[in-house]
């Protein structure tokens, strides 16, 4: 069964202070791993897709990771207005369906 | 284009009514999904669709009915609403397959009481 698990639960940052989000997978063949954000009292929105081990996607002050095992959502002087909740997701090459992790609230304080 | 849109916005039911959340999506997309997150939890498939005419079910089915009569519709129905169904609805779009990016209404909060 498809598992994913995001670290930190939380985290907060002081505005300017880079660091990154954790995704780790575990799937039989990885068909995408998809990266959303979440403001409250919204639905999720697209940030990424990553389709192979080594790949990376930039936007703006967002940076995606894939390797085998996991991903790294790298936030590099983030602003107050890059707090929401992060959620990855992985989609297997014969599933029929995504799998999500909980997320990481992600606050960043001015 | 509207994208994916949801209502009602909010609902509150009492235990044992039913009630049918709307989705509608503007994006000729053949893919739809119909999702509930509870409280620092993942998002759950509830049921999903591949075209006009098909669904299967998703993780939690269980106490949801679905229909899709057109590509554009897809209609979540709760039959005897119960407490653990309190949870915010999402619906989603996506044009061929269930991993191409899935595009997300703005939700429907329902609590049942």
């Known amino acids: 069964e498809d598992q994913v698990t995001q670290s930190p639960e939380a985290l907060r940052l002081q505005e300017g202070e880079s660091s990154s989000l954790n995704c780790s997978y575990t799937?039989?063949?990885?068909?995408?791993l998809f990266w959303y954000r979440q403001d409250p009292g919204k639905g999720p929105e697209f940030l990424f897709t990553?389709?192979?081990a080594g790949e990376e996607k930039e936007k703006e002050r967002l940076k995606a990771t894939l390797t085998k095992k996991e991903s790294f959502l790298h936030i590099t002087a983030p602003k107050p207005e890059d707090s929401a909740t992060y959620l990855c997701?992985?989609?297997?090459?014969?599933?029929?369906?995504?799998?999500f992790g909980e997320g990481t609230q992600l606050t960043v304080n001015p | 284009n509207a994208g994916v849109t949801q209502t009602p916005k909010f609902r509150i039911l009492k235990i044992g009514q039913s009630m049918t959340l709307q989705c509608t999506q503007d994006?000729?997309?053949?893919?739809m999904y119909w999702y509930r997150q509870d409280p620092g939890m993942g998002l759950k498939l509830i049921y999903y669709?591949?075209?006009?005419?098909?669904?299967d079910k998703g993780e939690v089915p269980n106490g949801y009915n679905v229909s899709r009569s057109t590509t554009e519709d897809f209609p979540l129905r709760l039959e005897l609403a119960a407490p653990s169904q309190t949870s915010v609805y999402f619906c989603?779009?996506?044009?061929?397959?269930?991993?191409?990016?899935?595009?997300f209404g703005p939700g429907t909060r329902l609590t049942v009481l």
């Open positions: 989603a779009s996506s044009w061929r397959t269930v991993t191409d990016t899935q595009y």
């Open positions: 799937v039989s063949g990885l068909r995408g």
């Open positions: 994006m000729n997309h053949n893919y």
């Open positions: 669709s591949v075209g006009a005419g098909i669904t």
């Open positions: 990553l389709y192979s």
């Open positions: 997701a992985v989609g297997e090459t014969s599933g029929s369906r995504l799998t």
